[in-house]
């Protein structure tokens, strides 16, 4: 059954920021659905197949008088048995006058009297969600940081375990360092095999190309210290709060050393039990 969660709130108090944090667990997100139409997305959802396990919809005051619509829909989702919490996340007035100062966008509800007025009338309005979330998250002094470690302490203890995820990739460098890579490394100062002729047309994937590149003692020297450097970051990104982290390696044409390489730590990563993807960007190209 797909669990549903509802972000809402106070304008400036940090929905943003939480729907980024669920997409990065995993949650299919959208923002502002009108309240009727949640019903029948969840039984959309439900008769298709796909990853939809989490899914998280942020309401926040644009929606004027539906709001009872929305409390009414969630009633409605849960009468089919469907899991559906409502997160609202709070701040004092001077925090959240505070961050629109430092932000200087404007309130949505654009009171003319004001910025202290908008915020005034919100509150008002959305009473009634106030009540009736499941939890509320006040933020007015937490960081970025801290809101992240709350969420993934709520949905840990409620037997969600999210784990950091690795993508290993293998790149050519004539072909651009991969833009969403946290970590690169240049390989190409080991033996290239793409100069012996019957490794030439072969890739990292096989055994005599690896044997080849791995055949220098100066390339298990570097697979030594890499590994140990990864495994001493990995705790210190899962303590910081990352959820993601593609680990780039590159060679020149990005199909034999730096193959090689990426596969190796990938084996590496997987013995220490860390959730990986393997990617080879370039290995087709000629």
Request: aromatic letters at 10%; charged letters at 25%.
């Amino acid at each position: 059954m797909i669990q549903y969660t509802i972000v809402t709130g106070m304008s400036g108090s940090g929905k943003t920021r939480v729907i980024r944090y669920l997409e990065d667990m995993g949650y299919f997100c959208i923002d502002n659905m009108p309240p009727a139409l949640i019903p029948k997305f969840a039984e959309m959802l439900s008769s298709v197949n796909g990853n939809f396990s989490n899914v998280a919809l942020v309401i926040d005051s644009r929606l004027g008088e539906m709001i009872n619509e929305l409390i009414t829909q969630v009633n409605t989702l849960r009468e089919r048995g469907y899991d559906c919490k409502v997160i609202f996340l709070d701040a004092d007035d001077e925090t959240l006058i505070n961050r629109y100062k430092e932000t200087r966008r404007n309130h949505p509800l654009n009171n003319p009297d004001g910025l202290k007025a908008s915020i005034e009338e919100e509150r008002q309005m959305m009473k009634k969600l106030f009540t009736f979330a499941d939890i509320i998250i006040d933020t007015s002094n937490l960081s970025p940081q801290d809101l992240r470690e709350s969420l993934k302490a709520m949905y840990e203890n409620e037997g969600h375990k999210y784990e950091l995820k690795i993508k290993v990739m293998a790149f050519g460098f004539k072909y651009g360092i991969p833009t969403e890579a946290d970590l690169v490394f240049d390989v190409r100062c080991f033996p290239n095999p793409f100069y012996v002729d019957e490794l030439k047309h072969k890739t990292g994937n096989d055994k005599a190309v690896q044997d080849y590149v791995m055949s220098s003692s100066s390339s298990v020297k570097f697979m030594e210290k890499l590994c140990d450097m990864i495994e001493f970051l990995i705790p210190l990104y899962v303590e910081e709060g990352k959820l993601s982290l593609t680990i780039a390696v590159g060679c020149t044409g990005g199909k034999h050393r730096s193959v090689t390489m990426a596969n190796k730590l990938g084996e590496f990563l997987k013995r220490m039990g860390c959730s990986v993807e393997m990617l080879y960007r370039d290995i087709g190209r000629e």
